[in-house]
């Protein structure tokens, strides 16, 4: 009895060892920037910070208005921090520490320095 709770967690343990040595700061800051408290980037952000349109309505003078979530692959880490802790226009405002808006940050960075139609910007990380 006693040794089968043993093993038990001597394997929980090193499952969850093994969960935190596999989870790269990379796929971290993806997760959160994919799924974070709070509603996700993506539908105004794009899948990777390119933007994307949220809605489109008809003002009062029957002009058709896009509502639209910016490209946000230039930004910096304290434009970030500021749009993140405060909100900014629709975007609500999270709940990050520091360290988690810098893998988010980062996340930004490197998945647009893969892209290849991404070349011409700078990538000062
Ligand atoms: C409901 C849609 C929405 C969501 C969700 C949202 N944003 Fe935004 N975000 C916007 C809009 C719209 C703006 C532009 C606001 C303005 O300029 O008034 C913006 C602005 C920003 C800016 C500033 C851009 C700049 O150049 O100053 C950053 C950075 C940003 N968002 C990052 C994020 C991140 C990261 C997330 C997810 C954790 C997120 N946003 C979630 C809609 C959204």
Redesign the pocket.
Request: with cysteine; aromatic share 8%.
């Given at each position: 009895m006693y040794k089968k709770y043993k093993i038990l967690i001597v394997f929980l343990f090193a499952s969850m060892m093994h969960a935190e040595d596999f989870i790269t700061n990379f796929e971290y800051g993806q997760m959160?920037?994919h799924e974070?408290r709070?509603?996700?980037?993506v539908?105004?952000?794009g899948e990777t910070g390119e933007g994307r349109d949220?809605a489109s309505y008809k003002n009062k003078r029957g002009e058709t208005v896009v509502?639209?979530?910016?490209d946000?692959r230039d930004?910096t880490l304290s434009?970030?921090t500021q749009?993140?802790k405060n909100g900014?226009?629709?975007?609500?405002r999270?709940f990050f520490t520091n360290k988690e808006i810098k893998m988010?940050y980062s996340y930004l960075k490197k998945v647009n320095a893969t892209e290849e139609n991404n070349s011409t910007k700078g990538e000062e990380q």
């Open positions: 959160l920037y974070p709070g509603v996700s980037c539908p105004c952000h949220i509502l639209r979530g910016p946000i930004t434009k970030l749009s993140l900014k226009g629709v975007m609500p999270y988010i």
